[in-house]
C-alpha cells in the first residue's frame, strides 16, 4: 500500500500576527463574543464560516504539490468580561506569542474526519488505478522469436511439400519451414561441404546406404521422438538396419524404393508367357523373347542383362544375384561369388540377348524392343514419359530354387532417407518435424500430391501401410517383398561423386564384369574387386560382419 501523503495542512496552530501590542487589551465586543461562539458550536453563519474555513485544495498524485497555506487568522483582542455558564464551552484563544491567556484570537477548525478519509481514499484510488492499468492493459503480445528450418530436398518440387509444411507451422507458428530442391549434380560434395563449414541444412536428404559417409553429422533420432523397437515395428527392416549408427537411429524414411523386374505386358501377351519366378525361368524367357535379323542383330531384347555400359541398375542387380547367392559382399570372393559372376554375364557372352549396341536398358524398354528390364520403380516415370502408350507392369524379383518355400525371397532395397544435422541449433525442432511427416495420415497426403503430378507417388516406408498399395501394377510387388530387402552399398545413380562410398565400390565390381566378359577368369576378377572393397570399407569406418 502506497504511503499516505506527507502534504496534509499541520494540525498546529498558527503563529500569531503581528498588529496589537500583546499586553494591550480591547473592551469585549458582544457580538463577535457571539459569532466566535456560533463558529466552534456549529451555528449557522455564513459570513465567518467563509472567513474560518481552510481552502481546500485538489491534490495530484503526480507530482504531488506544495503544502498548502493556511489562511491567517487575525487576532481580535478584547477585555475581559464575564462569561455566562453558556458561554464556558468557548476556549478563550491564547497568544502564540507571549503564551498570555488574556489575549484572544479566532479559534482555528480542524480538518474534519471525514474530509482527511476521503482524501486519503481519492489518492489510494489514483494510485490503484494506475498500476491496476499498467498491470491489466493489454498489450500486444511480444513478437514470437521464429525459428526456420533449413531442408534440402532432391525430388520433389516445393509444390509438392508446402502444403504440409503450412499445416505444420500452422500448429506451430514460432516455426519456418524452408524447403530448398537441390540438383543432383555434385549433390553429395555439395552437402557435405556446406554441413563441414557450419552452414548446415538442418534437414537434408541422403541414400540409404550413405551413413559411413555421413555418420559424424548425422544426429541421433532422440528416443521422446520414436524409440528404437516401435522405429522396428514401424518401417521394414532393411530401414531399422540402414538407419542405425553405433546406438542408435539416425534417419527417417519418407518414402522406399528397391529393385523390381519391369516387363512388357504387349510382348509377354504376344508370346503367350508369364511373369518369371526363379532365375533359371528368366534366362529360358530371355532367350525365347529376344528377336534378330537375318544380320543377327537384335531387334528385340528378352532380357537387359549381362554388361555394365548400357544396362541401368547393374550395381543393384549385382547385389542381388550375390545375396540371393549367399555372398558376404564385403568379401566377395569364392566359389558363391563366382557362380553369381557367372550368371550375370552369361547373357551377353553365351545367351547373347543383350549386347553393346543396344541403347540404355530403360530407353530400349520404354521404346518397345525389351520384354524385361530391372530398375527401381522411378524408372516407370521415365517410361511413361518416353512412351505414354506402352502397356507394361512391375513384377516380383526371381529367386533362387529353394528346397523351403517358406523362405522368405531375398530382395534388394535402394531408397532416400532424411537426417537431421547433429550442429543444428533447432535439432529438437527438426526432428518433431520429421516425425510428423512420417505419420500415416501425412504420407497419405504427401502420396496423393505426388501423384497429381506424376504416376504414383513414394511407396509407403511404413509397413503398417502397406495394404494401400499392394495391389498397385508398379508397386505393388515392390512392397511385397520389401519385408525381405537387404541393401548394400553397391547402388547406382546416388550422385555420391567420385570419392564417394558407392562410386568406389561400383567401380571395383564394374571392373570385375568387364574383364570376365573379356576373358578373365571370375576367381581372379573377383581377387582384385574384394582387396579393392576391401580398402574402400576401411576407408569409411566400414567393418566386414
Known amino acids: 500500500m502506497p504511503d499516505q501523503n506527507p502534504y496534509f495542512p499541520s494540525e498546529d496552530a498558527p503563529a500569531a500576527p503581528q498588529g496589537k501590542a500583546v499586553n494591550e487589551q480591547s473592551p469585549p ?67 502564540a506569542v507571549s503564551g498570555d491567556p488574556s489575549i484572544t484570537q479566532s479559534p482555528r477548525r480542524k480538518f474534519p474526519i471525514k474530509i482527511i478519509l476521503g482524501l486519503f481514499g481519492v489518492i489510494l484510488l489514483a494510485v490503484l488505478g494506475y498500476f491496476g492499468f499498467k498491470f491489466f492493459s493489454k498489450k500486444a503480445p511480444p513478437p514470437l522469436q521464429q525459428n526456420t528450418i533449413t531442408w534440402w530436398g532432391l525430388w520433389e518440387d516445393t509444390s509438392i511439400v508446402s502444403p504440409l509444411i503450412e499445416e505444420f507451422q500452422q500448429t506451430n507458428p514460432n516455426i519456418k519451414i524452408d524447403y530448398v530442391r537441390q540438383s543432383s549434380k555434385d549433390y553429395r560434395e555439395r552437402l557435405e561441404s556446406s554441413l563441414s563449414k557450419g552452414e548446415g541444412p538442418d534437414i537434408f536428404f541422403y541414400h540409404n546406404s550413405w551413413v559411413p ?29 540402414d538407419a542405425t549408427s553405433g546406438t542408435g537411429l539416425v534417419g527417417i524414411p519418407l518414402g522406399y524404393d528397391g529393385l523390381t523386374l519391369f516387363i512388357n505386358q504387349d510382348i509377354f501377351d504376344a508370346a503367350g508367357k508369364t511373369p518369371p519366378q526363379t532365375w533359371d525361368e528368366l534366362r529360358k524367357l530371355a532367350s525365347d523373347l529376344t528377336v534378330k535379323d537375318k544380320e543377327g542383330i537384335i531387334t528385340q531384347s528378352g532380357a537387359a542383362l549381362g554388361l555394365t555400359e548400357n544396362v541401368d541398375h547393374w550395381p543393384e542387380i549385382m547385389a542381388l544375384m550375390m545375396l540371393q547367392n549367399g555372398v558376404d559382399l564385403a568379401k566377395p570372393s569364392g566359389e558363391l561369388a563366382q557362380k553369381a559372376l557367372d550368371f550375370y554375364t552369361l547373357f551377353y557372352k553365351q545367351d547373347k540377348v543383350w549386347d553393346a549396341t543396344l541403347p540404355p536398358s530403360t530407353m530400349a524398354f520404354a521404346a518397345g524392343k525389351v520384354a524385361m528390364m530391372f530398375g527401381p520403380s522411378w524408372r516407370a516415370f ?36 532424411q537426417g ?23 504420407l497419405e497426403k504427401l502420396y496423393a500430391n505426388e501423384a497429381k503430378v506424376r504416376l504414383f507417388g513414394e511407396p509407403y516406408p511404413r509397413a503398417d501401410m502397406a495394404d494401400l498399395i499392394n495391389s498397385h501394377p508398379i508397386i505393388g510387388a515392390l512392397i511385397s ?55 574402400v570399407l576401411a576407408q569409411f569406418g566400414v567393418s566386414s560382419p
Open 213 to 241: 559417409m555421413f555418420k559424424d553429422k548425422l544426429d541421433k533420432m532422440p528416443s521422446t521422438v520414436m524409440s528404437a523397437g516401435d522405429y522396428a515395428q514401424t518401417f521394414y527392416p532393411v530401414i531399422a538396419s
Open 29 to 95: 465586543d458582544p457580538q463577535q463574543t457571539k459569532t466566535l461562539a456560533s463558529a466552534w458550536s456549529g451555528a449557522k453563519d455564513e459570513g465567518v464560516k467563509a472567513e474560518i474555513t481552510p481552502e481546500v485544495q485538489t491534490i495530484n498524485p503526480s507530482p504531488p504539490p506544495p503544502p498548502p497555506t493556511e489562511p491567517a487568522v487575525p487576532v481580535v483582542a478584547a477585555t475581559p468580561i464575564p462569561v455566562s455558564p453558556a458561554d464556558q464551552s468557548v476556549p478563550a484563544a491564547t497568544s
Open 481 to 535: 517383398q520389401a519385408p525381405s530387402a537387404q541393401s548394400w552399398y553397391l547402388a547406382s545413380r546416388t550422385f555420391d561423386g567420385q570419392t564417394g562410398i558407392n562410386t568406389q565400390i561400383n567401380k571395383y565390381f564394374e571392373d570385375a564384369i568387364n574383364t570376365v566378359n573379356k576373358g578373365t577368369d571370375s576367381q581372379k576378377a573377383l581377387e582384385t574387386a574384394a582387396a579393392g572393397v576391401a580398402q
Open 382 to 417: 521415365d517410361i511413361k514419359e518416353q512412351n505414354p502408350n506402352l502397356r507394361f507392369k512391375a513384377v516380383a524379383l526371381p529367386h533362387l530354387p529353394k528346397d523351403d518355400p517358406t523362405k522368405p525371397d531375398i530382395a534388394y532395397a535402394t531408397y532416400w532417407m
Open 420 to 442: 537431421v544435422w547433429y550442429r543444428s541449433p533447432n535439432k529438437e525442432i527438426a526432428w518433431n518435424f520429421l516425425k510428423f511427416m512420417s505419420q500415416k495420415d501425412t
